[in-house]
């Protein structure tokens, strides 16, 4: 079983672009015929499934939620599907960390909360909030 969250960017990043990121930190292209990508770290993996264009279906009040927290409008988006292996969301924040490095972008924890990677830095690597623990 595995939870969703949302990278959302105010920066055109494409597809490939990420999944070279998700490359660079040991992690595989197109693992299988549903995935984009995924990152391992031994038995907790983090899904990764970029959006060929950001115009999923979002709802009007996300949409403005990302342009506030962003600064700037959603460019696109990536979902990572986190396993429920123990420290798996630390394996998701690696990956937040290391496109926060390159990119604009926030985290929908798909619970109606928005964090920057700022925000998430302030809790432990295993008390994330990601699926809708405790703020």
Excluded: C, Q
């Excluded at 391992?40 to 115009?55: C, G, K, L, Q, Y």
């Excluded at 604009?104 to 623990?133: A, K, M, Q, W």
Aim: no cysteine.
């Amino acid at each position: 079983m595995a939870y969703e969250v949302i990278l959302v960017f105010a920066d055109s990043v494409h597809p490939e672009e990420f999944l070279d990121l998700i490359e660079e930190l040991g992690g595989v292209r197109r693992p299988d015929e549903w995935t984009s990508g995924r990152l391992s770290r031994e038995r907790r993996h983090v899904w990764v499934t970029v959006a060929p264009s950001p115009d999923l279906e979002f709802e009007p009040e996300d949409l403005e939620e990302y342009e506030r927290k962003l600064g700037a409008p959603m460019r696109a988006a990536v979902i990572l599907s986190i396993s429920t292996t123990k420290g798996s969301d630390a394996v998701a924040m690696e990956i937040f960390e290391a496109a926060a490095r390159r990119w604009r972008t926030i985290l929908d924890d798909n619970y109606g909360r928005y964090f920057s990677v700022d925000e998430l830095r302030r809790y432990p690597l295993d008390r994330l909030p990601f699926n809708g623990g405790p703020v």
